[in-house]
């Protein structure tokens, strides 16, 4: 039984994250989203917000588990025996910041691998950072996002409150 996490800010869920996940719940028995801080971003919606956006979009995916994380990942991991951890990959910028990762985290936990999956190419552009730029000057947002997240993102960012 193989049991992967997907770590990462979530500062929303976008629909490229919602992509990734739903493509590694296929490749592995088990998947945890591990919904942790990044240091250098500055988030808008708190973990517990994060994670509730997630929630209510796997409902459908039986073998995904969502969770705040903050410590070490690859120490969260070895505590529930996960072996792959999922990252996306949209462009050669995201590239090189996940090979430095993946390069420390193998260190760190040589029995872990990281799988890196490429982002598909409708999403290739969606960032969470991206997207409350372009809410905070009122870009429509709802090919890209989950419908709560858009209807969260506009409360909190929308140029008209
Ligand atoms: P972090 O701050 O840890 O990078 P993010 O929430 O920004 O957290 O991203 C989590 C993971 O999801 C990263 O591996 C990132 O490359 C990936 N990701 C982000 N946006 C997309 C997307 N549109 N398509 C595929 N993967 C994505």
């Given at each position: 039984?193989?049991?992967?996490?997907?770590?990462?800010?979530?500062?929303p869920?976008?629909?490229?994250?919602?992509?990734?996940i739903?493509?590694a719940s296929?490749?592995f028995?088990?998947?945890?989203?591990?919904v942790?801080?990044n240091t250098?971003?500055?988030?808008?919606f708190?973990?517990?917000?994060r994670v509730?956006f997630?929630r209510?979009?796997v409902?459908d995916?039986?073998?995904v588990d969502v969770?705040?994380?903050t410590g070490l990942?690859v120490?969260?991991?070895?505590?529930?025996?996960?072996?792959v951890?999922?990252r996306?990959?949209?462009?050669s910028?995201?590239?090189?910041?996940?090979?430095?990762?993946?390069?420390?985290?193998r260190h760190l936990?040589?029995e872990?691998?990281?799988?890196?999956l490429?982002?598909?190419?409708?999403?290739?552009?969606v960032?969470?950072?991206?997207?409350?730029?372009v809410?905070?000057?009122?870009?429509?947002l709802t090919?890209?996002v989950?419908?709560?997240?858009?209807e969260?993102l506009?409360q909190?960012?929308g140029?008209?409150?």
């Amino acid at each position: 039984m193989t049991i992967a996490v997907f770590p990462g800010s979530f500062d929303p869920l976008t629909n490229g994250h919602l992509d990734l996940i739903t493509r590694a719940s296929r490749m592995f028995d088990q998947l945890v989203v591990a919904v942790g801080q990044n240091t250098s971003k500055r988030g808008v919606f708190t973990a517990e917000e994060r994670v509730a956006f997630i929630r209510q979009s796997v409902g459908d995916l039986p073998n995904v588990d969502v969770r705040i994380e903050t410590g070490l990942t690859v120490a969260f991991m070895q505590s529930i025996h996960a072996t792959v951890l999922v990252r996306g990959l949209r462009n050669s910028a995201d590239f090189e910041y996940e090979q430095g990762i993946a390069g420390m985290n193998r260190h760190l936990a040589p029995e872990i691998d990281t799988v890196c999956l490429m982002a598909d190419a409708q999403y290739q552009f969606v960032s969470s950072s991206l997207l409350k730029e372009v809410t905070k000057f009122g870009g429509d947002l709802t090919a890209l996002v989950p419908v709560p997240v858009a209807e969260a993102l506009q409360q909190r960012l929308g140029s008209d409150d």
